[in-house]
């Protein structure tokens, strides 16, 4: 059998060699820690930052998730059934799922509704925003589970989230922003030091404002402010990929072994909390799991969290 591995549109093939390409349980814990940061934060989303001396502290459960977590489980589904990016069926799932209670944005949901109007995916959208399709990050929000399942190679990881990005997004920033945190959670579900993340994220992607954005979180430091390295880099405001990519991996590097420490520091700088804490959070647990493991030194997704979060789709 032909070695179709590194062919982003074949199928692997089945059995043990199938099973040695994926990490189905990162990519589940990604998945945990991408939906409870959402939900999580969703009530905070848009809020300013955090004024000087106030302390974080989570919501009243239930925790209700949004759109980033619904396209997240579909996208984790289809992997599973295809061990790859299907753009149709994605598109498909996308468009017949979606429900305008779950917060979806304007551009989405034009998008979606063609779809289900029968208009192909392709031109529904490749036809945002004057025809140069949309550079938001819902495409990067949704999408570390993806990282996580092909950790086992960051470079089809980067060619998955490029075409799981390409069915509601074409600008090139908004490939870009899931491109890169594909390749976060990838690397981290290896375990990669946190020191060296944003570095190796660097050297995968291809010029962008995004990169540009994630080269000058490289350089920040650890000991920084949150809100201001929000205000530097973006805190999600404008919802696209270039304002809120960037800070949600620094917070990732930042916080790597410390899945509550970076929902905080996400939630204090304001902006679009719900996306920056599903892409950080999706991240993080990607490496740490759910509870704390001392002997690795790391604190992942509280099972307390989980609880409080709204069951995930009964398909998911």
């Known amino acids: 059998m032909p070695d179709t591995s590194r062919d982003p549109r074949a199928p692997f093939p089945l059995g ?45 459960p ?7 977590t619904e396209m997240a489980c579909t996208l984790l589904q289809g992997l599973r059934q295809d ?3 299907d753009q149709d069926w994605l598109a498909g799932a996308f468009a017949q799922r979606w429900s305008a209670d779950r917060g979806y ?17 392709r031109t529904a959208a490749g036809a945002l925003f004057a025809g140069r399709g949309s550079a938001g990050n819902g495409a990067a929000m949704r999408v570390a589970p993806l990282g996580a399942f092909f ?27 899931a491109v890169a945190v594909a390749l976060a959670a990838a690397l981290t579900a290896r375990h ?29 430091s650890e000991k920084s402010d949150p809100r201001d390295v929000g205000a530097d880099l973006g805190n999600g405001s404008h919802a696209l990929a270039q304002d809120t990519v960037p800070f949600a991996l620094w917070v ?31 991240i993080i647990a990607a490496h740490t799991g759910t509870g704390d493991d001392a002997a690795r030194g790391t604190i992942g997704v ?3 969290w989980i609880e409080h979060r709204e069951q995930l789709p009964s398909w998911a």
């Open 252 to 282: 990732a590097a930042t916080h790597l072994d410390n899945y509550p420490a970076a929902m905080a520091a996400c939630v204090q700088a304001g902006g679009d909390t719900d996306s920056t804490c599903a892409i950080a959070g999706g």
């Open 151 to 177: 950790a086992d190679d960051p470079d089809v990881a980067a060619r998955q989230a490029a075409l799981s990005a390409e069915v509601t997004h074409q600008h090139p920033e908004g490939i870009s922003g």
């Open 62 to 68: 239930p925790w209700r998730w949004t759109d980033d």
């Open 83 to 85: 061990g790859r990016v």
């Open 302 to 304: 509280p099972p307390q």
């Open 16 to 60: 043990i060699d199938y099973f040695r390409q994926v990490d189905l349980r990162a990519a589940v814990d990604s998945l945990t820690g991408l939906s409870v940061g959402d939900a999580l934060a969703a009530p905070f989303e848009m809020h300013p930052p955090f004024e000087d001396g106030a302390v974080f502290a989570p919501p009243p």
């Open 105 to 121: 944005g304007r551009g989405a949901r034009s998008v979606l509704t063609s779809i289900n109007e029968g208009v192909p995916w």
């Open 192 to 220: 990669t030091p946190r020191g060296s993340l944003l570095r190796m994220v660097l050297n995968q992607l291809p010029p962008s404002d995004v990169r540009d954005g994630i080269g000058r979180a490289s350089r920040m």
